[in-house]
């Protein structure tokens, strides 16, 4: 079994095919699937997927390039469901786009941190070329439980973000050819705090570059990682796959 930890099925790359994507990727052995919101409207889609599917399980939360929409009215919404979600974000720091400032940036991730502990929440972790801030901010605030999705950075960082109790969430990204940096970390890391994602629609693994990515894919994730620590495909995400249940509570 493996399960995708970070997925956006509701963007209309899906469209066309979406009930059938989701069923293809069940029936290939994701049996459970995390459907992560980045803003107002798709916080509410990743609600109905999961009220559709037994399966998936909402986060609710706030992109950094999304800032204007961490409202007032979305806080108290997120306060509303929190019963129903799995996770807060996916809310970070993101100083390639820089739609907003830092310090902007700062204060709707801090908020969003704050949520999340409150309801014994893990914090769903978007981190580009932001990575010292992104970690600062979460010691500082004392983020019970937190996921770098889609790990970029280096071992070197990773092993800060392990000792601080945080998970990496390793995506396609591990699969190319010049991400040596984050196949380093996926290779000598702590199995116990890794999780595997697809980031679907975006961030394909090497076999289909280029092409739209799917929940199954996270399939050739787990294979990737199985292969760098020279472990058994099945033991390697039968591992993976119980730190996914403990951190995110998915036989609550």
């Not at 981190?127 to 010292?132: D, F, K, L, P, T």
């Amino acid at each position: 079994m493996f399960v995708d930890t970070h997925c956006h099925p509701y963007f209309d790359h899906f469209d066309a095919d979406r009930d059938e994507v989701i069923k293809r990727a069940f029936n290939a052995g994701v049996e459970k699937m995390i459907v992560v919101g980045c803003d107002i409207e798709t916080n509410r889609k990743s609600l109905e997927l999961a009220e559709k599917y037994d399966f998936m399980f909402p986060t609710l939360g706030v992109h950094p390039t999304e800032c204007d929409n961490l409202t007032d009215e979305e806080i108290e919404f997120i306060r509303a469901n929190s019963a129903k979600i799995v996770g807060i974000g996916e809310m970070g720091m993101d100083y390639h786009h820089n739609k907003f400032s830092k310090e902007i940036q700062e204060e709707t991730f801090r908020k969003q941190i704050r949520l999340a502990n409150e309801f014994d929440l893990p914090c769903v972790v978007h981190s580009r070329n932001a990575a010292e801030d992104t970690l600062r901010i979460l010691l500082d605030e004392k983020a019970k439980k937190a996921v770098f999705h889609c790990y970029s950075y280096d071992y070197e960082f990773a092993k800060k973000v392990w000792t601080a109790g945080y998970y990496t969430s390793f995506s396609g990204v591990v699969t190319y050819d010049n991400a040596k940096d984050v196949q380093e970390a996926a290779a000598k890391g702590p199995l116990d705090l890794f999780l595997i994602e697809t980031d679907c629609p975006f961030l394909p693994p090497a076999s289909i570059r280029g092409k739209r990515n799917d929940m199954s894919y996270v399939k050739e994730v787990a294979e990737k990682i199985a292969e760098l620590r020279k472990m058994d495909l099945l033991a390697c995400s039968e591992a993976i796959s119980r730190n996914s249940f403990r951190i995110f509570k998915l036989d609550k």
